[in-house]
């Protein structure tokens, strides 16, 4: 899983999670969701697809 915000800029990643794990799943084990202040300004945010959580600053689409 890479975690990068609307500037491409890598933030957050995971190595070593289990192929078969749903990366929605392996995102509720990243830094970035346990600790979005250290990644991500006030006013900052990541796009995610719609089987990610829909956050604040984690913005998935409507289905």
Same mark, same amino acid.
């Given at each position: #899983? #890479? !975690?990068? @915000? +609307?500037?491409?800029? *890598? !933030? /957050? $990643?995971? *190595?070593? #999670? @289990?192929?078969?794990? +749903?990366?929605?799943?392996?995102?509720? +084990?990243?830094? !970035?969701?346990?600790? @979005?202040?250290?990644?991500?300004?006030?006013? =900052?945010? *990541?796009?995610? /697809?719609?089987? $990610?959580?829909?956050?604040?600053?984690?913005?998935? @689409?409507? =289905?």
């Amino acid at each position: #899983v #890479v !975690i990068m @915000p +609307h500037n491409l800029r *890598i !933030i /957050d $990643y995971m *190595i070593g #999670v @289990p192929g078969s794990l +749903h990366d929605s799943t392996s995102f509720l +084990h990243a830094q !970035i969701f346990r600790h @979005p202040q250290a990644f991500l300004s006030a006013n =900052e945010w *990541i796009w995610a /697809d719609t089987a $990610y959580p829909s956050l604040t600053w984690c913005v998935a @689409p409507f =289905e």
